[in-house]
């Protein structure tokens, strides 16, 4: 049954393509990060995380820099997140998709916008991770990147970008972090902030911040200010 949300929802859009993050965004597994972090900090005799929204408030990129703040070394860290990676994969079945998050795509979708996954994720193991939740038909394009222990996706998406042809300002990146966010506005395209990921939003207001997903098709549209 279609959502209360989608009846009458009007065609035309303010942006040609969407971006969309996968992991935060899409996909809920801030706790199973948590989770699988603390493991890896309780076998190094490092203190744990309490609770997902202390994982928040730490987490960033680069990876080595957020390792480092909970105390993993830089010689360390390959081991490190390594074990992370392995424990990760084995339990982010768990993690389900966010509330509405098939609904919003099918919106964007039928407002005839291109939409495209890029995650910081490796493309075979984003693929694993997309599988058990039947969305990847939403997407024209799902990107991954090729090197697990520098998860910048900063490339992908400007090769993306480069390739499309679209217009940067008529492009709307939709992420949870702040390297999300630095992309976008490396690449001059608009940017939506997902506020439950693995990342607490910033204290400043340049980008929109949505706290539910179906808040993403206003601003596919145009019709909230950019800021």
């Known amino acids: 049954m279609e959502q209360s949300w989608l009846v009458g929802l009007p065609y035309g859009a303010a942006v040609d393509a969407v971006c969309w993050d996968w992991n935060g965004t899409l996909l809920d ?14 076998e190094r005799g490092l203190p744990v995380l309490p609770h997902v929204d202390a994982y928040r408030g730490v987490f960033g990129f680069p990876v080595r820099t957020f390792y480092a703040r909970l105390g993993i070394t ?19 079945g ?15 979708g039928r407002l005839g916008v291109e939409q495209v996954l890029i995650s910081a994720t490796l493309a075979d193991v984003l693929q694993r991770q997309m599988a058990p939740h039947g969305i990847a038909g939403h997407f ?8 697990a222990y520098a998860p ?11 390739s499309s ?26 940017f939506v902030r997902f506020a439950n990921g693995h990342q607490e939003p910033p204290d400043h207001d340049r980008h929109p911040v949505v706290h539910h997903l179906r808040d993403v098709v206003q601003h596919v549209r145009g019709l909230v200010d950019p800021a």
């Open 140 to 147: 024209d394009q799902v990107l991954g990147i090729t090197d």
């Open 29 to 42: 597994d801030a706790a199973v990060a948590l989770a699988t972090m603390n493991l890896v900090l309780l």
């Open 152 to 162: 910048s996706k900063a490339d992908v998406v400007a090769s993306w970008l480069q």
């Open 74 to 92: 830089d010689v360390d860290f390959r081991v490190a997140a390594g074990r992370y990676l392995d424990v990760f994969s084995s339990h982010v």
């Open 94 to 108: 768990q993690a389900q998709l966010h509330p509405e998050a098939d609904a919003t795509l099918s919106a964007v």
């Open 165 to 190: 042809g679209h217009d940067p300002r008529r492009v709307l990146m939709v992420g949870d972090t702040n390297h999300d966010e630095e992309i976008a506005e490396t690449l001059r395209l608009g």
